[in-house]
């Protein structure tokens, strides 16, 4: 039995939610260890396009265990929502499908508004979250005084934690001028929550570790990725969590060791969504040609992501921040019809070469990149399920991404679609049920 970790290698966005999708089958167990309804994932099935924020994407395949990590922050209003949305679409979830952390932290009605407060306060130099409330609610979790989803299943404990916390928050925004919040009434709101969810909250890593014990395959699902991770990214332009392959173990409650293979997602180009430096991106009409072409617009904001050549820098750094086994490469169709494709080998700072990606931002703010130029690839790509038949020209991009980042691609998505996918032999696990994932592509 093979259990595989999927992360993001860039900014985010690089197409998680189709990879977790189609590996799916060759797994009992989807694991989301991090983040919240800030992601979006997205999957086409059959022609319609599904977003996933917070539920794992696994869910979309029957019989699959998807569990919600202690690693998450989780608003009880989106859970439902996205639940009820899952279900009306005829997605089955029940408490045999879906589990979430009692270790959870909950994002309470205050952490939206304490954000804005502070992205306000901010000014030009604003992060440009999701303004989800994400990082309030890892702030509360960190000061050790945050609402877990198990305070959900003892409504006395709920409203004693409710009244400190909603005190404590409202002088925050009193001063701030904002209209404080009613703790009681946001007591009864989640009071109405708790009966919705107790079903679902579980102690996840017992579960996990009955289920690893019982031979059961599990697939770890990241959110976001490397470049936003809190301690690795581009601090302070990251999300709170620990985005990297390192927060699984964390973010559920798992040893490191039964995370057999390390499969990082990483786009043909770059793209990244909200403020922060972005050395390759490219403000000119290119950007915008790139950015339509792939559809560039947030899965969970709906704002345009900035766009950018290929940087195997911050690939290369992401690679080995996580220990990468794979690539899964993503997207390179959009890149069709282009002459030259540029990819980034360097960046100077003040005329000298740098050793590596910049732990400061300011000093990446102002890192010039160096570039090769390699002859682009007309058509053929889009939709190609057969790697010999490529031209030669991406095979040799492909080829220079590899070297570069020093990681093989395991895996290249050529479109949306489930079948538009090559996975490379010999670079899978032994264990891992690669035949199930290949009859699961077409269902
Ligand atoms: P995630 O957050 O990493 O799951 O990625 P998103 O879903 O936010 O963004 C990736 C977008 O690219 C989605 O709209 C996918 O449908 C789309 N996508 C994924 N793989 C491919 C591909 O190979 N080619 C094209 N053209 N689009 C893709
Ligand atoms: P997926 O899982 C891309 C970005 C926001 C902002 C920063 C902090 O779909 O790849 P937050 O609301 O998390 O405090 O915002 O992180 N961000 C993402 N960008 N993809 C995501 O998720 C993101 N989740 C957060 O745009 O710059
Ligand atoms: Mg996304």
């Known amino acids: 039995m093979a259990n595989v970790l999927v992360v993001g290698t860039q900014w985010g966005d690089e197409g998680k939610g189709k990879v977790v999708d189609l590996l799916t089958p060759a797994f009992d167990i989807v694991a989301r260890y991090q983040g919240g309804h800030n992601a979006g994932h997205t999957v086409y ?27 998450l922050v989780v608003s009880p209003e989106a ?13 089955r979830i029940d408490e045999t499908n879906l589990a979430l952390s009692r270790r959870a932290h909950l994002i309470m009605p205050y952490h939206p508004l304490l954000e804005k407060i502070d992205e306000d ?34 409504l006395d404990v709920l409203r004693a934690k409710i009244r400190e916390n909603v005190g404590l928050h409202n002088e925050f925004l009193k001063f701030h001028g904002v209209v404080p919040l009613d703790p009681e009434a946001v007591f009864k709101e989640f009071a109405g929550y708790a009966a919705e969810m107790a079903p679902f909250i579980k102690d996840t890593s017992l579960l996990l570790a009955r289920e690893i014990k019982a031979g059961k395959a599990v697939l770890f699902e990241g959110a976001q990725g490397v470049l936003l991770d ?79 050549w290929f940087d195997a820098v911050a690939v290369a750094y992401a690679c080995r921040v996580n220990g990468i086994d794979g690539l899964a490469l993503t997207k390179p169709d959009v890149l069709e019809e282009l002459d030259e494709i540029r990819i980034c080998t360097g960046y100077r700072y003040k005329g000298d070469l740098l050793p590596g990606f910049p732990a400061e931002p300011w000093i990446l703010e102002k890192a010039v990149p160096e570039y090769r130029t390699l002859a682009g690839w007309r058509n053929s790509v889009h939709r190609a399920r057969d790697f010999a038949a490529l031209p030669a020209s991406f095979k040799d991009y492909v080829r220079t991404i590899e070297d570069l980042v020093e990681a093989k691609v395991a895996l290249i998505s050529t479109g949306v679609e489930r079948e538009d996918t090559i996975l490379i032999d010999g670079m899978w696990p032994a264990g891992l049920r690669l035949d199930r994932v290949k009859a699961g592509i077409g269902r």
């Not at 859970?79 to 899952?86: G, I, N, P, Q, R």
Request: aromatic content about 6%; glycine content about 18%; hydrophobic content about 35%.
């Open 45 to 71: 099935v059959g022609g319609r396009k599904v977003v996933l924020h917070l539920i794992p994407a696994g869910i979309l395949r029957p019989g699959t265990l998807c569990v919600i990590g202690n690693g």
């Open 79 to 91: 859970f439902l929502k996205e639940k009820a949305d899952l279900a009306a679409r005829g997605v």
């Open 121 to 154: 306060r901010r000014g030009e130099g604003k992060i440009g979250t999701t303004c989800r409330g994400i990082g309030p609610a890892y702030e509360d979790k960190a000061a050790r005084r945050g609402v877990r989803a198990g305070d959900l299943l003892d």
């Open 230 to 308: 809190l301690d690795h990214g581009t601090y302070p332009y990251v999300t709170s969590s620990s985005a990297s392959a390192g927060g699984a173990s964390t973010g559920l409650g798992v040893g490191p060791r039964e995370i057999h293979f390390v499969l990082g997602v990483v786009k043909a180009y770059t793209t990244r969504v909200g403020s922060g430096p972005f050395p390759t991106e490219l403000r000119d009409d290119l950007g915008k040609r790139i950015a339509a072409r792939g559809d560039e617009f947030g899965a969970t904001t709906g704002r345009p992501r900035r766009c950018g």
